[in-house]
């Protein structure tokens, strides 16, 4: 049996996630920790900081933990606040857990990566697996170097890491934080509340996105999927649909009328400009049957009545 340990258990992805490994491995096999204490931890939680290597060590040994899903990362928006920061937190904890897995100390990891990686050289449309990569944001840099440190420990030492690029994720019991496309949680909650938005991207930036249960789906098929199936140990180009803001603009107006949108883009454009519109991501699907379950109509419709019930508006 597994026993999992989760670095950045109360943010958007750890949140989910953990309900779910809950739910698959059982309460007493899963551990959350983050910086941050999440409000209602449904598990053992500890409040660890990612950058102590000792610490960390620490729990992996007395809890004798067998696999750690690394969710602790700066994202895009305040990387490029913070560059020197989000570069160590980045990549130093990643060295880490590689590094433990190295000594033997766990078995599996997994690591997100993001699109963030792909940069304007990049094609643009249908984003292959393996296509020029040239980041020009520190978090993408930062998640590009990650992508090539877990191939090469899987390479060199036989460490078993997997990883997928997330698009842009939608999700609504945790918010979203600090990237590029937070606009496309925000807008469901004053879409409610207000009944208008002022989105920080124009109204044609086109982005590849994704909701969460689907996120956490991919998550679980890589890491439950026969370490021979898995062949690409950089990461994987993984999507469900793309959209721009006024495209879900439109479809939030057909639940709510009155919605109005206006757009007043900031330093995000130019991030979101450098980045892809849609994703290929044939080699998921061939290699451990990945197939997202969302449509876009069907994350907006799932938004609108999750969060209608968590605002009680
Ligand atoms: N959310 C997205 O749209 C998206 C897209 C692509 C990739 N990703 C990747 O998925 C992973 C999770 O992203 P997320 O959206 O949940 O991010 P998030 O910012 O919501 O959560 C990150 C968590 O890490 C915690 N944290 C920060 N510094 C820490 C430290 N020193 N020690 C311990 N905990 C610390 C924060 O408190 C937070 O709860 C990241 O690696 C991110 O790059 C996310």
Not at 165 to 177: F, N, Q
């Given at each position: 049996?597994?026993?999992?340990?989760?670095?950045?258990?109360?943010?958007?992805?750890?949140?989910?996630?953990?309900?779910k490994?809950i739910?698959?491995?059982?309460t007493?096999n899963v551990?959350?920790?983050?910086?941050?204490?999440?409000?209602n931890?449904?598990?053992k939680?500890?409040?660890?900081?990612?950058?102590?290597?000792?610490a960390?060590?620490?729990?992996i040994i007395?809890?004798?933990?067998?696999?750690?899903?690394?969710?602790?990362a700066?994202?895009?928006?305040?990387?490029?606040?913070?560059?020197?920061?989000?570069?160590?937190l980045n990549m130093?904890?990643?060295?880490?857990i590689?590094?433990?897995?190295?000594e033997?100390?766990?078995?599996k990891i997994?690591?997100?990566?993001s699109i963030?990686?792909?940069?304007?050289?990049?094609?643009k449309?249908?984003?292959?697996q393996?296509?020029?990569?040239?980041?020009?944001?520190?978090?993408g840099?930062s998640k590009?170097?990650?992508?090539?440190?877990?191939?090469?420990y899987?390479?060199?030492?036989k460490v078993?890491?997997?990883?997928?690029?997330?698009?842009?994720?939608?999700?609504?019991?945790?918010?979203?934080?600090?990237?590029?496309?937070?606009?496309?949680?925000e807008i469901?909650y004053?879409?409610?509340?207000?009944?208008?938005?002022?989105?920080f991207?124009k109204?044609?930036t086109?982005l590849?996105m994704m909701?969460?249960?689907?996120?956490i789906?991919?998550?679980?098929?890589?890491?439950?999927?026969?370490?021979e199936?898995?062949?690409?140990?950089?990461?994987?180009?993984?999507?469900?649909?793309?959209?721009?803001?006024?495209?879900?603009?439109a479809l939030i107006?057909?639940?709510i009328?009155?919605?109005?949108?206006?757009?007043?883009?900031?330093f995000?454009?130019?991030?979101?400009?450098?980045?892809?519109?849609?994703i290929d991501?044939?080699?998921?699907?061939?290699?451990?049957?990945w197939?997202p379950r969302?449509?876009?109509?069907?994350?907006?419709?799932e938004?609108?009545?999750k969060?209608?019930?968590?605002?009680?508006?």
């Amino acid at each position: 049996m597994e026993k999992i340990l989760i670095l950045g258990a109360a943010g958007q992805v750890g949140i989910d996630l953990t309900e779910k490994l809950i739910e698959i491995f059982g309460t007493e096999n899963v551990i959350a920790s983050d910086l941050k204490i999440p409000e209602n931890p449904k598990c053992k939680f500890l409040q660890l900081d990612a950058l102590d290597k000792e610490a960390i060590k620490e729990v992996i040994i007395h809890e004798k933990i067998t696999t750690v899903y690394h969710l602790v990362a700066m994202l895009s928006a305040t990387g490029e606040k913070k560059p020197l920061l989000a570069w160590k937190l980045n990549m130093d904890t990643l060295f880490t857990i590689l590094e433990f897995a190295k000594e033997g100390l766990i078995k599996k990891i997994f690591w997100p990566s993001s699109i963030a990686i792909f940069g304007p050289t990049t094609p643009k449309i249908n984003t292959p697996q393996s296509t020029i990569i040239e980041p020009t944001t520190i978090y993408g840099i930062s998640k590009y170097a990650g992508e090539l440190l877990c191939q090469w420990y899987y390479q060199k030492h036989k460490v078993d890491v997997r990883s997928v690029r997330y698009p842009g994720l939608i999700s609504w019991k945790a918010e979203p934080g600090g990237g590029t496309t937070d606009y496309a949680v925000e807008i469901f909650y004053e879409a409610l509340r207000n009944k208008s938005y002022t989105c920080f991207l124009k109204e044609d930036t086109r982005l590849p996105m994704m909701y969460i249960d689907d996120a956490i789906e991919a998550t679980i098929r890589l890491m439950t999927t026969e370490a021979e199936t898995i062949k690409t140990r950089t990461s994987y180009n993984i999507s469900a649909f793309d959209f721009t803001p006024s495209e879900l603009a439109a479809l939030i107006k057909k639940h709510i009328p009155d919605f109005q949108i206006r757009y007043s883009p900031d330093f995000r454009q130019n991030i979101a400009d450098s980045w892809p519109q849609s994703i290929d991501d044939t080699q998921a699907r061939q290699d451990w049957n990945w197939n997202p379950r969302f449509t876009l109509e069907k994350m907006v419709s799932e938004m609108l009545s999750k969060l209608t019930n968590k605002l009680k508006v």
